[in-house]
Nanobody
Framework: QVQLVESGGGLVQAGASLRLTCVISGRTGIMGWFRQAPGKQREFVAA????????VYADSVKGRFIISKDGAKNTVSLQMNDLKPEDTAVYYC???????????????????WGQGTQVTVSS
């Protein structure tokens, strides 16, 4: 049984930073972060493999966001820098099954999801 619990969202001004953390229970494969703004589809943000050595990013966040993994704490974090109003969304932690080692940007390829955490960036 896999459980994902996110934390760290909040309200910040443009240019500020936030760090989201996802606590993982159970065995998982590729870990990802997605986000969903009001009236929009859930979109890929970043993903990292189990070793934490490889990661991929959406073009919209590349150079500003950093995904990382702490094996000892069994957490995946998303450091978000230079936040923009268009980053406002509910952010979700997601996981692919433990035997899957291939990266995917498609939300349908992630089996397990957290409850989401709200990030609001004011201009």
């Amino acid at each position: 049984q896999v459980q994902l619990v996110e934390s760290g969202g909040g309200l910040v001004q443009a240019g500020a930073s936030l760090r989201l953390t996802c606590v993982i229970s159970g065995r998982t494969g590729i870990m990802g972060w997605f986000r969903q703004a009001p009236g929009k589809q859930r979109e890929f943000v970043a993903a990292i493999n189990w070793s934490g050595l490889n990661s991929v990013y959406a073009d919209s966040v590349k150079g500003r966001f950093i995904i990382s993994k702490d094996g000892a704490k069994n957490t995946v974090s998303l450091q978000m820098n230079d936040l923009k109003p268009e980053d406002t969304a509910v952010y979700y932690c997601a996981a692919r099954p433990s035997m899957v080692t291939v990266f995917s940007r498609e939300r349908t390829q992630y089996r397990f999801w957290g409850q989401g955490t709200q990030v609001t960036v004011s201009s």
